[in-house]
């Protein structure tokens, strides 16, 4: 049985080691050389010069979480309660945007929000001036908000299915009102939903340079954006590159670690 | 028991999908006894409690509480608790903030929530078992804690819907008794849902006997058992012979090709009736001409008694008794007429599908 189950996790190991183990080594190797190999802190000193690049974008990205977790959340549960059929229906128009390309839809949002774009072109043709929207902070965090919204929603409602109307119906019976419901029954027991839609939004959110690059222009440039530059730009250095990920990568570990602590017990104690 | 009227239904219809679950139900619940919705799936009786609890909104008819029409009451305001199917536990709270929950959304200070508490952890046989997450309790364990968490807010009427149908025989018998004793001590309505008739009788003051969404009969255990009022609910309450005879006149009644004394009046001469005879009624005697002669086809040991079925001119009786006799021998069968039961050919509210069922069950016995 275990002879068996070993063989079968073999080409999983393997898979691992190739492109989660050597590409994660190759990083560390990397951020702590020079161009010679040999070892030097200067990588991470230099890097942690971006600090200000890097809070800025951590900031976008628990805006645009949260935005994300406001709109999803009654969502969700909505979604859960329908009968079958509209289940699958809204669960679907969710999924639709997925199904085209992320570029494509980081375009689109370019050409609705330029100076010349759908809406400003709407405002002129009805006498009011335009409004600066693309290149902004609030552009890229639409942008977020936008690509990664059925990230936050379908955590959120596959857990929320697996709530028993008994449940509900059982704390109604016992004197909740529709508040104290959602307070002391939804909110609880759905709260892995909201770690894990929390971690698929913020982390990409977080690293993105695409949204950032395409509608927040220079003034916007975010810690995804520079380590894409030490790859793809012209400033092409790998160490300076791998040492910006490192850090970024912390920062993703701690700030999920921080979130966790807050266990199931702790948030309802708060709240009650 | 008092008689005052604690929940009243009038004309209740309710329909899911084109489809009537319940057909202008019409039902009084008396305050302070324990009443059974007792009957098959499908039947309405869950139906009619979740009316009561507020669950389900009737599409027709009106729902009283106190003399107070409760239609459109939501459950939270309703001074009844439900002891739901399968529990319905907060799987995120333990066994006391479960039983607490009731308490808490009424701000009840700290002091005395635990006092009840423990109070009512001790009712049901729990005390210890506060700290303990729900999910590591036996199904017993569990449907106890359901039962404190519905009583601790000393509701006026407790709704159980089939609290029992998850445990085993021996612990099934025991909750049972338990249960009655609670509903004495507490002194407050229960309202009990089943299919399992033996439940109903046992711990019942009245059932209520249901079937395709309407209500066949209504009275005390000893009552329906031995006075069924058709025969849905004549094979639904424990085992039956029914048998179609004609109503000569009062008191005297022709079937299996005999003529019987009865207690029975009131119908027409002539009249076309069904004939119920309980198993364990029926007398083994060397046959006569007075009694129904048959042959004994097959005895089987049930514990407390033989099981035999006696083929006579193709009717097959079944008899329950605590002597075998041979599988083959020639017996007769007495009755006396206290044990013959006439019923009405349809059922008294005139609805046909009743009749329909007992097609089936005649289908599966005989």
Redesign the interface.
Known sequence: MTKRSKVAAFPYIIWIVLFTIIPLTLVFVFAFTDKSLHFTWDNLTNASKYMPVLIKSIYLAVLATVICLVIAYPLAYIMSRKNGNSQRMMVMLVMLPMWMNFLLRTYAWMTILENNGLINTFLQSIGLSKIQMINTQGAVVLGMVYNYLPFMILPLYSIMTKIDNRIIEAAQDLGAGSLHVLRRIIFPLSFPGITTGITMTFVPAVSTFVISGMLGGSNNFLIGDLIEQQFLGNEYNLNYGAATSLLLMIVVLISMGIFNQFDNAELEETLI | MDSGVIVKLQDIVVQFDDEQVLKKINLDIKDKEFITLLGPSGCGKTTTLRII???VKPDEGKVYFDGKLINGI????RQ???V???Y?????LNVFENIA??L???NTPEKEIRSRVLEMLEMVNLEGFGAKNVDYLSGGQQQRVAIA??LI?HPRMLLLDEPLGALDLQLRKEMQIELKKMQQQLNITFVYVTHDQEEALTMSDRVVVMNGGIINQIGIPEHIYNEPINAFVAKFIGESNIIEGIMHDDLDVEFAGKRFVCLDKGFAKKELIDVVIRPEDIHLMEPTDETINGTVETVTFKGVHFEMIVDSFGYKWKIHSTKSVAAGSVVGLTLTPEDIHIMKKVDSTGVKNVSTEEDEVDDETF
């Open positions: 609890g507020g669950f939501p459950p939270f305001k009844v608790n439900t739901f199917q399968k319905a536990l907060f799987p995120h929950f009731g808490r959304l009424k968490r519905a807010n």
